[in-house]
């Protein structure tokens, strides 16, 4: 497969970073290391194959950093009026994988930065002939990073000397999150720093203290949000065990 590229002169599309040369750059770059080439080499492609865009979905990690495989999606897109983006607006995949993933984000890395459940956007290079799974090349960051959001406390107690006859109690502030732009992402979520036991904390986003925190926003997050901090609940000084 080394040098197909070359002798069919795809034209990928326009603005694209992925061009020719680079695609087979990568491939030099690989060349003797990689079963999947070797396979590759063995079965080239049909005269006037190109490397085409591709829409994949990560289903599971592969032996060998920023490997993975997953689906493709058929070409069958609804453009639904309303409603969040969903696997439905980009088409339909099969109900087992159809091909093999590589993440130059990863290229000469031990990693695996994409969650199962992950989609990205790439380009076909080629087939394997003993399965005939695709090849697909993507350049996709980590699946999520942490982000700078907004957080209200919606909920719980701030903990610390409030049992009944004595004693303390944990806090419970539960707050509800927003992007920068005041676009709500989730609510009742509880901040993934440890609290103190027994001590009383202000909730974060009231008086004069920051209404910011830090969360991540990835596929394997339950609800989408990972709240890793709060950075304006502090412990009550006021209050203390």
């Not at 990560?58 to 058929?74: L, N």
């Not at 790439?122 to 003993?130: E, H, M, T």
């Not at 005041?182 to 909730?203: F, H, N």
């Not at 394997?220 to 609940?233: F, H, T």
Request: hydrophobic residues 35%.
């Amino acid at each position: 497969m080394i040098g197909a590229f070359d002798r069919y002169q795809p034209r990928l599309p326009r603005g694209s970073q992925l061009t020719a040369d680079s695609l087979n750059d990568i491939l030099r770059r690989l060349e003797g290391t990689d079963a999947d080439l070797a396979t590759l080499r063995r079965s080239p492609m049909p005269p006037g194959f190109k490397p085409h865009p591709q829409v994949v979905r990560i289903d599971a990690i592969a032996t060998g950093g920023g490997r993975y495989t997953g689906k493709v999606f058929m070409p069958v897109v609804t453009a639904r009026p309303t409603g969040d983006l969903a696997e439905a607006d980009l088409g339909i995949t099969q109900t087992v994988a159809n091909c093999v993933i590589w993440n130059l984000d990863e290229l000469d890395h031990q990693t695996h930065h994409l969650d199962a459940g992950a989609m990205a956007a790439g380009f076909v290079v080629g087939q394997r002939d003993d399965d005939n799974y695709w090849i697909v090349l993507i350049d996709a960051p980590p699946s999520g990073t942490p982000t700078i959001v907004k957080v209200a406390k919606d909920g719980g107690t701030g903990g610390g000397d409030t049992l009944v006859g004595g004693g303390y109690d944990d806090c419970t502030w539960t707050y509800t999150v927003s992007s920068l732009a005041d676009v709500v992402l989730a609510a009742t979520v509880t901040p993934e720093r440890e609290r103190i036991a027994g001590v009383a904390y202000l909730p974060g986003g009231q008086d004069d203290r920051s209404e910011y925190g830090l969360a991540y926003l990835g596929h394997n997050s339950g609800n989408g949000i990972l709240l890793l901090d709060v950075y304006g609940e502090v412990p009550d000084p006021g209050d203390c065990p």
